[in-house]
């Protein structure tokens, strides 16, 4: 949509991207944190290379440029998105524990 309407990924990109972060953190299984955990940088920037190759920005470009241009454009939704689970996590590892204590285990 930020394609669309802007010249990149913009506030809507980056606001997916961390509800899709903590939704996810917040439904994996605890074996499946360490995937979560890793993820939000590869899905976003992959999400970023189809979308400008979809809307034909990179078509412009040489590649290395388009792909720093990805990065760049990719960072705050990337960082906002990791904060999210990293947030999530850690609140599931906390309430993990007191339940644990709480239960006698």
């Known amino acids: 949509m930020d394609e669309l309407l ?3 990924p913009g506030w809507a990109f980056a606001l997916t991207a961390v509800i899709a ?3 996810t953190a917040g439904m994996c299984s605890r074996a499946g ?4 955990l890793c993820a939000p ?3 976003l920037m992959a999400v970023t290379v189809v979308t400008e190759q979809v809307a034909g920005v990179s078509a412009r ?3 290395t440029t388009s792909a720093v241009h990805w990065g760049i454009d990719a960072f705050p939704a990337m960082a906002g998105a990791e904060l999210a689970v990293i947030a999530v996590l850690v609140v599931r590892m906390i309430r993990s524990q007191r339940s644990r204590r709480g239960s006698g285990a």
Do not use: F, I, T
């Not at 944190?33 to 979560?36: D, G, M, R």
């Open 61 to 63: 470009r040489v590649l």
């Open 6 to 8: 802007a010249s990149g």
């Open 41 to 43: 940088p590869l899905v």
């Open 33 to 36: 944190a360490w995937w979560v």
């Open 21 to 23: 972060g903590g939704v």
